[in-house]
């Protein structure tokens, strides 16, 4: 069948639509992906060259008593016209959306044509546009079963949040040595996200000073703006690292690390249970309806992680809990196998399969 994947604006929603795009395309369907016009889009399909894909104006919803809402009426109206115009040559016979309005104009696009539409929610709590395209589209696919509560009328599926097949565990030595790190040495991962984070990097920072005795070394994804900054604070307190500003090949960084300090997104937290990587967790405060904080309770409650506000991180806090863990093996190891359990299994094929499911008995019906 013909499928499209809605899936741009932030690693969350790309991630996993690619990963459910690379299944599609091994089971023979041809897919097309609709993405946002952000940069995170562009470097995130660079390494997919093969996969047929066109951008729709980025829109986010401004308050309904906003002037901007005009603005967001006529973006999502020409990226309703784009769909419409792709749907008449591509003829797509299923819609998936992955959260976002940059789904929303696909998914109603769909709608127009009477073709099945679904979409995916990996959040603990779903973002607006999913609450309300939840009310056309044929089946909601869950991230979490915590967040069935929120879709009463809707028909709703538990498949996981999908993770992309080049994520594949590695051995840890080899990790290490392809990072410039030191074999013997605990490693620790700070990740932000997509979206950078910089609420992490400057906690990370007035960590390091209370650190620089423990031993342990140090994986860095900062995002390209604080990259400098931290890196110089590293070198100051002697902590051997590697920073970057983000790495293509992720199964090196996860693979390597024996514990995450990280956001809360639903993609990242997949891809950390998938490794088996506990986590030290400080949700995005500003996400909304604070559903980062709700995705890190279900690791917390579980024991694969331990939760932290930003709001009440000072250095020496985050560095006590960092050295608390780091040098607590068992601990670790118990943690690390609570995160092993939380992992979708095959989350991708789940949500290929729903997909398949009512697309073939419309085709019966």
Request: a positive charge; one cysteine or more.
């Amino acid at each position: 069948m013909n499928a499209v994947i809605a899936c741009g604006g932030t690693g969350g929603h790309l991630f996993p639509g690619i990963a459910v795009a690379e299944v599609l395309r091994e089971r023979g369907h041809e897919v097309m992906l609709f993405v946002s016009e952000k940069e995170v889009d562009a470097l995130a399909l660079s390494g997919h060259s093969d996969f047929r894909y066109e951008k729709l104006p980025t829109v986010g919803l401004p308050s309904p008593f906003s002037p901007a809402i005009l603005g967001f009426l006529r973006r999502f109206n020409e990226s309703l016209s784009l769909c419409r115009s792709s749907y008449r040559k591509f003829k797509p016979q299923v819609v998936l959306g992955m959260g976002g309005f940059t789904s929303t104009a696909p998914i109603l696009a769909g709608r127009m044509r009477g073709v099945p539409t679904f979409i995916h929610e990996s959040n603990a709590i779903p973002g607006k546009a999913n609450r309300w395209t939840a009310r056309i589209v044929r089946a909601v696919l869950l991230g979490f079963k915590e967040c069935a509560p929120f879709f009463p009328r809707a028909r709703t599926e538990i498949t996981g949040t999908p993770i992309r097949t080049e994520l594949q565990r590695m051995d840890r030595r080899i990790a290490r040595e392809k990072l410039g790190l030191r074999p013997d040495l605990p490693t620790v991962l700070v990740m932000g996200g997509s979206q950078g984070a910089s609420g992490i990097n400057q906690a990370i920072i007035r960590s390091l000073p209370s650190l620089r005795s423990t031993p342990l070394q140090v994986i860095h994804l900062s995002g390209a703006r604080d990259e400098r900054l931290v890196a110089d604070n590293y070198q100051r307190e002697n902590i051997p690292v590697y920073v970057a500003p983000f790495h293509h090949r992720m199964e090196e960084v996860y693979s390597a690390a024996d514990l995450a300090v990280a956001r809360s997104g639903a993609a990242s937290l997949a891809e950390l249970a998938f490794f088996s990587l506990p986590g030290i967790l400080i949700p995005f405060p500003y996400a909304a309806d604070d559903h980062q904080t709700r995705n890190a309770e279900i690791f917390g409650r579980a024991g694969a992680a331990i939760v932290l506000k930003e709001s009440e991180l000072s250095g020496d806090r985050l560095a006590g809990k960092i050295k608390e863990l780091i040098t607590d093996r068992p601990r670790i190891g118990r943690m690390s196998g609570i995160a092993s359990r939380l992992a979708p299994k095959n989350a991708a094929g789940l949500v290929v399969a729903a997909m398949e499911k009512y697309t073939n008995h419309d085709s019966r019906s």
